[in-house]
């Protein structure tokens, strides 16, 4: 498609860092092109180049202006664009737990009623997804998963809730979350995982990467009590499919 | 062993570094020092490396005592009265506590952070190499919060090396330079000529992630909702009620408002200082003069210590120096009486 392969635009974000930008949109295909430029940087790094921070649509490119400055990076970062997406290899694939419902997830007869469906099928439409890992961001482990079901798309709430717990498991807009700590969200939550995608003092702290698969399992509240005291201590509870 | 005990402290207060770039893209900020100079001032006078973790001083007083041997501080950023059982203690000068001795700062006259650094360094257990507090991950060492009173910071016996002062360049109140973007296109001409024509202040309603701006409202061309991007400190991101809101040290990596402009490197220290309510403005600068600025501060970060002093040569005009650029009773942004953090959620923007 002639139109994955135009050029992105390069933003300036200040005088050391550039948003290399895909898209306006939230784009599946431009993700897959911001993963793509984020494994070439970490395969060819670029002197100066300090991180690159994917995004659903661009990638942010820090950078040191006293080694390289924003043109001569540019240039860089505008060939190795050009580049085809490769296939990606060796995708992760993780299995997360999810206790739906009730307490866990208030939301979920809203929604169901907002779809016109049974709080069951929105669990069966959610657990049926396939799931990729778009970015990680805002605050530690924070992961926004492109691959939700149309039939599950609805407009974020209207009022956003100041606190919503850690291991949340939400929709909102075309995507759905994975939340590590509690926090402010305005979508609209279906239920929690014990599985801590940012937890201090375990190897590895972070749990996902970006361009992970992901999908989820539905267990029950007992199940999910248990594991949320074993992930406490520091246990794995996301499974990682061997593919 | 030999350490700094807190005696008392205002909120705002906490140790910080050079914080902990790398893990961005995990959601991870780096936080950091607010005015990167003052503490690689700090350091320099104490002859530690320039990023070492020291006490980032809020707007309020604080009281520091030396126990398990003597201690040897330096203190810079916004003015403040200090003394160290009554011998005064001038801005941008090493000095050094006794054992038992106590140091006594007082409010922020003009800005609202300084920096404590400590000969040695604040020992601790560094995560991701740094000690920099980030209360919402947990973060940093030896207390993963903001100080409170009864803390301690582990260091080393003060070396007896001679006390410094050090000459830095004046701050003054010209313009906070910006470069426009990423999403200047958000907004029309007029929308960013009235960006850089209006006095802005920052409002009390501010902290390390983020400060707030009152003045006029900017229009966004079409509606305040973006698909989140990453953030950078100095990002000037303009939410729905069009009042900027510059991001700082411990913001959220992505965020979904546009952001008309961002702070060149080399003045968001300077930015960081500015007490609330009182006007500055915005210049927009070429990314080639951002980036010569960002070369320039980068060389006078690398030359502090030739920029060190033997402190006999000031002795006479130590209270001249203590008065120096003191701006009367103004407000700091993290003021006493009105201080409130800003909300996670209104830097969130709507993703």
Same mark, same amino acid.
């Given at each position: 498609?002639?139109?994955?392969?135009?050029?992105?635009?390069?933003?300036?974000?200040?005088?050391?860092?550039?948003?290399?930008?895909?898209?306006?949109?939230?784009?599946?295909?431009?993700?897959?092109?911001?993963?793509?430029?984020?494994?070439?940087?970490?395969?060819?790094?670029?002197?100066?180049?300090?991180?690159?921070?994917?995004?659903?649509?661009?990638?942010?490119?820090?950078?040191?202006?006293?080694?390289?400055?924003?043109?001569?990076?540019?240039?860089?970062?505008?060939?190795?664009?050009?580049?085809?997406?490769?296939?990606?290899?060796?995708?992760?694939?993780?299995?997360?737990?999810?206790?739906?419902?009730?307490?866990?997830?208030?939301?979920?007869?809203?929604?169901?009623?907002?779809?016109?469906?049974?709080?069951?099928?929105?669990?069966?439409?959610?657990?049926?997804?396939?799931?990729?890992?778009?970015?990680?961001?805002?605050?530690?482990?924070?992961?926004?998963?492109?691959?939700?079901?149309?039939?599950?798309?609805?407009?974020?709430?209207?009022?956003?809730?100041?606190?919503?717990?850690?291991?949340?498991?939400?929709?909102?807009?075309?995507?759905?979350?994975?939340?590590?700590?509690?926090?402010?969200?305005?979508?609209?939550?279906?239920?929690?995982?014990?599985?801590?995608?940012?937890?201090?003092?375990?190897?590895?702290?972070?749990?996902?990467?970006?361009?992970?698969?992901?999908?989820?399992?539905?267990?029950?509240?007992?199940?999910?009590?248990?594991?949320?005291?074993?992930?406490?201590?520091?246990?794995?509870?996301?499974?990682?499919?061997?593919? | 062993?030999?350490?700094?005990?807190?005696?008392?402290?205002?909120?705002?207060?906490?140790?910080?570094?050079?914080?902990?770039?790398?893990?961005?893209?995990?959601?991870?900020?780096?936080?950091?020092?607010?005015?990167?100079?003052?503490?690689?001032?700090?350091?320099?006078?104490?002859?530690?490396?320039?990023?070492?973790?020291?006490?980032?001083?809020?707007?309020?007083?604080?009281?520091?005592?030396?126990?398990?041997?003597?201690?040897?501080?330096?203190?810079?950023?916004?003015?403040?009265?200090?003394?160290?059982?009554?011998?005064?203690?001038?801005?941008?000068?090493?000095?050094?506590?006794?054992?038992?001795?106590?140091?006594?700062?007082?409010?922020?006259?003009?800005?609202?952070?300084?920096?404590?650094?400590?000969?040695?360094?604040?020992?601790?257990?560094?995560?991701?190499?740094?000690?920099?507090?980030?209360?919402?991950?947990?973060?940093?060492?030896?207390?993963?919060?903001?100080?409170? @009173? %009864?803390?301690?910071?582990?260091?080393? &016996?003060? +070396?007896? *090396?001679?006390?410094?002062?050090?000459?830095?360049?004046? !701050?003054?109140?010209?313009?906070?330079?910006?470069?426009?973007?990423?999403?200047?296109?958000?907004?029309?001409?007029?929308?960013?000529?009235?960006?850089?024509?209006?006095?802005?202040?920052?409002?009390?309603?501010?902290?390390?992630?983020?400060?707030?701006?009152?003045?006029?409202?900017?229009?966004?061309?079409?509606?305040?909702?973006?698909?989140?991007?990453?953030?950078?400190?100095?990002?000037?991101?303009?939410?729905?009620?069009?009042?900027?809101?510059?991001?700082?040290?411990?913001?959220?990596?992505?965020?979904?408002?546009?952001?008309?402009?961002?702070?060149?490197?080399?003045?968001?220290?300077?930015?960081?200082?500015?007490? @609330? %309510?009182?006007?500055?403005?915005?210049? &927009?600068? +070429?990314? *080639?003069?951002?980036?010569?600025?960002?070369?320039?501060? !980068?060389?006078?970060?690398?030359?502090?210590?030739?920029?060190?002093?033997?402190?006999?040569?000031?002795?006479?005009?130590?209270?001249?120096?203590?008065?120096?650029?003191?701006?009367?009773?103004?407000?700091?942004?993290?003021?006493?009486?009105?201080?409130?953090?800003?909300?996670?959620?209104?830097?969130?923007?709507?993703?």
């Amino acid at each position: 498609m002639a139109a994955t392969l135009s050029p992105p635009r390069l933003l300036p974000s200040g005088d050391s860092a550039v948003t290399v930008e895909f898209s306006r949109n939230i784009d599946d295909a431009a993700n897959r092109r911001v993963l793509a430029l984020d494994r070439a940087l970490a395969a060819e790094p670029i002197p100066g180049v300090t991180e690159a921070v994917p995004t659903y649509r661009s990638l942010l490119v820090h950078y040191d202006p006293v080694q390289i400055d924003f043109d001569k990076l540019s240039e860089k970062i505008l060939a190795l664009a050009k580049r085809p997406v490769p296939p990606t290899t060796k995708v992760r694939r993780w299995r997360i737990p999810v206790v739906y419902g009730g307490e866990h997830g208030i939301d979920l007869e809203d929604v169901a009623q907002t779809l016109n469906t049974t709080p069951d099928e929105i669990v069966a439409r959610h657990v049926a997804g396939d799931y990729r890992v778009a970015m990680i961001g805002f605050t530690p482990g924070w992961s926004y998963l492109s691959g939700l079901a149309d039939s599950l798309h609805m407009p974020r709430r209207q009022n956003p809730r100041l606190l919503t717990p850690a291991g949340t498991i939400s929709i909102g807009g075309v995507q759905t979350g994975v939340q590590c700590l509690a926090g402010p969200s305005g979508w609209h939550l279906l239920g929690r995982t014990a599985v801590r995608t940012y937890q201090l003092h375990r190897e590895p702290i972070f749990l996902l990467e970006p361009g992970d698969n992901v999908t989820f399992t539905s267990v029950d509240a007992k199940t999910f009590a248990e594991q949320d005291r074993a992930a406490e201590a520091g246990e794995f509870i996301a499974e990682q499919i061997a593919l | 062993m030999t350490k700094l005990v807190i005696a008392s402290i205002g909120p705002a207060s906490s140790v910080q570094d050079g914080g902990r770039p790398g893990a961005q893209r995990y959601g991870l900020v780096p936080s950091g020092a607010m005015d990167r100079l003052a503490l690689a001032a700090a350091n320099t006078l104490v002859g530690n490396e320039p990023f070492t973790a020291a006490v980032e001083v809020g707007p309020f007083g604080a009281k520091f005592t030396a126990r398990g041997g003597a201690v040897r501080v330096a203190l810079t950023g916004t003015p403040r009265n200090a003394d160290i059982a009554g011998r005064a203690v001038a801005p941008d000068t090493s000095a050094r506590l006794a054992d038992g001795e106590t140091l006594t700062l007082g409010f922020a006259r003009g800005g609202s952070f300084s920096y404590l650094a400590i000969e040695g360094g604040v020992i601790g257990e560094p995560m991701f190499g740094s000690l920099a507090v980030n209360a919402r991950a947990g973060l940093g060492s030896p207390y993963p919060r903001p100080l409170q @009173a %009864g803390d301690e910071l582990p260091t080393k &016996a003060a +070396s007896g *090396a001679p006390e410094r002062r050090i000459e830095l360049p004046a !701050a003054g109140d010209a313009p906070i330079r910006v470069v426009w973007g990423p999403q200047d296109d958000e907004f029309a001409d007029e929308t960013k000529k009235l960006f850089v024509d209006s006095e802005w202040k920052i409002s009390a309603t501010s902290d390390r992630m983020g400060y707030r701006l009152e003045g006029p409202i900017l229009k966004h061309l079409h509606g305040h909702n973006i698909v989140s991007d990453g953030t950078v400190n100095g990002s000037l991101q303009v939410p729905g009620n069009g009042q900027p809101i510059v991001l700082m040290p411990d913001r959220g990596t992505s965020g979904g408002y546009p952001k008309i402009a961002t702070v060149i490197s080399a003045d968001l220290g300077r930015l960081a200082q500015i007490p @609330a %309510g009182r006007g500055f403005r915005f210049r &927009a600068v +070429s990314m *080639a003069e951002a980036q010569a600025e960002a070369r320039k501060f !980068a060389e006078l970060l690398r030359t502090l210590p030739e920029r060190l002093r033997a402190i006999e040569s000031v002795d006479l005009n130590v209270d001249a120096l203590h008065d120096a650029n003191v701006a009367g009773h103004a407000v700091s942004a993290v003021d006493a009486g009105t201080w409130h953090a800003v909300s996670l959620a209104d830097i969130a923007g709507p993703d």
